[in-house]
């Protein structure tokens, strides 16, 4: 009886180590100079000055090294919506680099039009400068 519980209480342990490993994508928020990231299940909302935009991919990039994933992006003021104003997503790649808690990003829209590059920090605030 005395392996049995030993042995339950050993793997009770193991399974909860397992748990607490980081997951192989990038998660929290991420933040600096013109750009805020928040990652929820491995896609994220990105907000810009005046745009916002969002990750519907995964972006594998949690153990460090570049990533690309796809994505949109919207023009206009990343706020609360007026009633009659119109935005125009457009299809957007979302690429960089992930060096320990520091990313550098790059966005192209499906126009061809790049935007960034911004740096930015895992747990830092977006530093918006919001448009009117």
């Not at 997951?23 to 929820?40: A, R």
């Not at 995964?58 to 690309?68: D, I, N, R, S, T």
């Not at 994933?69 to 009659?84: E, F, L, N, S």
């Not at 457009?90 to 990003?105: C, E, F, P, W």
């Amino acid at each position: 009886m005395k392996r049995w519980a030993l042995s339950a209480a050993m793997l009770f342990a193991a399974g909860c180590a397992t748990l607490q490993k980081e997951p192989p994508y990038l998660t929290g928020s991420w933040g600096g100079p013109h750009v805020g990231m928040t990652f929820s299940g491995a896609l994220a909302d990105v907000r810009f000055d005046c745009a916002s935009g969002s990750i519907d991919s995964l972006v594998m990039a949690a153990q460090g090294g570049p990533f690309e994933a796809q994505g949109t992006y919207r023009a206009g003021p990343p706020g609360p919506i007026r009633v009659g104003q119109v935005f125009i997503d457009q299809r957007a790649t979302y690429s960089g680099q992930v060096t320990k808690d520091i990313m550098t990003l790059n966005v192209e829209l499906e126009d061809g039009t790049q935007v960034g590059p911004f740096t930015l920090t895992h747990g830092a605030p977006a530093e918006l400068t919001r448009c009117l």
